[in-house]
């Protein structure tokens, strides 16, 4: 069981609020992606959880259990850290082996989980090495092995993978989402990266400034964006959004185009602009536009390849079923 | 950046550096070669430096006259005891100031340090009637808790800067894998920490070998740690420079082996957080 409520929870560093009371329900079993700039405070909100920050006012609610001023120690919880946070003085099976050693747990129970985990993680040869004998995704291996090996009732990820390079992010992202399915344990899990939220959650909670913007699953984020700033955080590149007279024609104070739903065209379109750069991915291009009279630049995003060089004129027209519209308010608008 | 060190400058740097060690060195080289002399040389004038008939006598003189192995016994228990009397107050100490700051943890940290800026003798009379008042006088048990007490601010300082370099997320990945304080303490800060505990606790043994204002004025005869051994051969007797010497070495001795052997510890000790 991992059902994890959150009631009304706030905190305050002094004076200064970082999260307004807040409700959030993350259900058993569900893979939670707490995602927003760096500063929402979302790291708090994971570190509340954990008990490793005291909540100023608010319940946090474990299993149906209160578990507001429970230690972090007795929530049944397991952490995986950015940093890792392995303990430098203890070989591998020994950071494998620590929470259950605390759990008092019988020697040979901790043994085979020991090799359970280590052979899940291709660890096995490496189990008698310090941490600093191993590279960065096999430490971040390590720190999950860590976790995993006392059954917590949920995983808590505070951006896991932002110390791995950009190859072995994407393998580890691989990794967490097959031991998800497997282990079929709740999990939250913090980033900054979109991209992680999109792919690995069931559920994204976007944050700003200790605020949800919104909770949905990653496809509902991205059709139907509750106001501008999930629109422009949700997607890569990210989502053009116009304001001013030509949203009002289309009847709408604000109107956000995704990159992806616009056509282009050498001769004619609704909006002309000069290419800026282009970026030749050879799957796909991006092309940045300028001098459009819409914004300072307009992203477009084609499938393939296709000839644009910096100067040249576009002329660019948006799939109108495919229009975001907002308020005054920046909210959506059906 | 690397500087490109010339041969020339290599060989001034080398014989500069000789220089200094052995003007520091010199006081203790030449209570060495005293020990070793007649009391007729050791006063000679002009002062002879090797050339002298070398004897053991003063040794013997001591050894007979006092009970060395008493004094030294003291001077173990009392340095060990008071060393690790303040490590074990030192180290939640330490603890709390590094991973629970509170706005005022820097000035609690002056402050202990501003105490050893008061003149021992200040304290001489209040600490001495409470030494009577209590019956520890001239007891092992009382030179220990002074002791303890006066090398508190700089186990407690040293022990905070090591622990300062600790990340706080091993500490709170413990307490997520279930340890409780006293677990987080004995299994994750404290071994985390060997090498910075390590020195201070040379550091502070060597201080408290060395402390005589206290060891001097609070024991008579059962407690008199070395100190009280050398200050028993000085002036009252008249001119005993050679016994003396003897006295000296003998007293210095075992720290100074302690000394040598650690160095490599102590250095990167009193320097650890220099570079980082």
Same mark, same amino acid.
Do not use: C, W
């Given at each position: 069981m991992g059902r994890i409520v959150l009631e009304k929870v706030q905190k305050k560093f002094g004076e200064v609020e970082v999260i307004p009371p807040l409700d959030l329900t993350i259900e058993d079993g569900e893979f939670t992606v707490f995602v927003g700039p760096s500063g929402c405070g979302k790291s708090t909100l994971l570190r509340l !959880?954990? &008990? #490793?920050? +005291?909540?100023? @006012?608010?319940?946090?609610?474990?299993?149906?259990? +209160?578990?507001?001023? %429970?230690?972090?120690? *007795?929530? &049944?919880?397991? /952490? %995986?850290?950015?940093?890792?946070?392995?303990?430098?003085? /203890? @070989? %591998?099976?020994? =950071?494998? $082996?620590?929470?259950?050693? /605390?759990? *008092? /747990?019988?020697?040979?129970?901790? =043994?085979?989980? !020991?090799?359970?985990?280590?052979?899940?993680? =291709? #660890?096995? +040869?490496?189990?008698?090495? *310090?941490?600093?004998?191993?590279?960065? &995704?096999?430490?971040?291996? %390590? $720190?999950?092995?860590?976790s995993i090996v006392r059954e917590p009732s949920a995983f808590l990820f505070d951006e896991p993978l932002s110390n791995l390079d950009a190859a072995l992010r994407v393998g580890m992202r691989l990794e967490i989402s097959e031991l998800h399915e497997r282990l079929k344990t709740t999990m939250i899990y913090v980033t900054h990266d979109q991209v992680e939220a999109m792919t690995m959650a069931d559920k994204i909670v976007v944050l700003r400034a200790g605020h949800i913007e919104q909770v949905g699953s990653p496809l509902e984020l991205y059709h139907k964006p509750r106001n501008e700033f999930v629109a422009g955080f949700i997607g890569s590149p990210k989502m053009n959004i116009i304001h001013g007279e030509e949203a009002q024609k289309l009847g709408a104070s604000g109107v956000g185009i995704r990159p992806e739903h616009i056509d282009v065209s050498k001769t004619d379109g609704m909006w002309k602009g000069r290419v800026g750069v282009a970026e030749h991915l050879g799957s796909d291009t991006f092309i940045h536009v300028h001098d459009t009279g819409l914004t300072d630049m307009i992203t477009v995003r084609i499938t393939g390849d296709i000839e644009a060089r910096h100067g040249d004129t576009i002329y660019l027209t948006p799939q109108m079923d495919q229009l975001h519209k907002f308020d005054q308010q920046g909210l959506r608008v059906e | 950046m690397a500087r490109a060190v010339t041969q020339k400058r290599k060989i001034i740097n080398t014989t500069a550096a000789w220089a200094v060690g052995l003007l520091i060195f010199f006081p203790i080289l030449w209570t060495i070669l005293t020990s070793f002399k007649t009391e007729a040389v050791a006063i000679a004038d002009p002062p002879v430096f090797l050339g002298f008939d070398w004897t053991l006598e003063n040794y013997a003189t001591v050894l007979e006259r006092s009970d060395y192995a008493r004094f030294l016994w003291n001077s173990i228990i009392i340095a060990g005891g008071s060393t690790v009397l303040g490590i074990i107050i030192a180290i939640p100490a330490a603890w709390s100031m590094a991973f629970v700051p509170s706005k005022r943890t820097k000035d609690i940290l002056l402050w202990m340090l501003s105490t050893k800026m008061l003149p021992a003798v200040g304290v001489l009379y209040p600490i001495y009637l409470i030494f009577i008042k209590m019956g520890i006088l001239d007891t092992k048990i009382g030179l220990m808790i002074v002791l303890m007490l006066i090398n508190l601010p700089i186990i407690v300082w040293m022990l905070y800067t090591y622990f300062k370099e600790i990340p706080g997320e091993i500490l709170e990945a413990a307490r997520m894998d279930g340890a409780s304080l006293k677990e987080e303490v004995v299994h994750i800060l404290t071994p985390m920490a060997i090498p910075g505990i390590a020195s201070t606790l040379l550091l502070n043994v060597i201080l408290a070998w060395n402390e005589a204002f206290w060891t001097l004025n609070l024991t008579a005869a059962k407690a008199a740690p070395l100190t009280a051994f050398i200050a028993s051969y000085s002036s009252p007797e008249g001119l005993f420079y050679a016994k003396l010497s003897a006295a000296s070495t003998m007293a210095i001795a075992p720290i100074l082996i302690l000394g040598w052997f650690s160095q490599k510890q102590l250095v990167s000790g009193l320097t650890f957080g220099a570079v980082k």
């Open positions: !959880i954990a &008990g #490793l920050e +005291d909540t100023t @006012s608010g319940r946090i609610v474990i299993d149906d259990a +209160d578990a507001t001023e %429970v230690p972090p120690a *007795k929530r &049944g919880l397991a /952490m %995986v850290f950015q940093s890792y946070a392995l303990y430098p003085h /203890m @070989s %591998v099976r020994k =950071n494998i $082996a620590f929470p259950m050693k /605390m759990a *008092k /747990m019988p020697e040979d129970e901790q =043994n085979r989980r !020991i090799e359970a985990a280590a052979k899940a993680l =291709n #660890l096995t +040869d490496y189990l008698d090495r *310090k941490p600093g004998q191993l590279s960065g &995704g096999q430490r971040q291996r %390590v $720190a999950i092995g860590r | -």
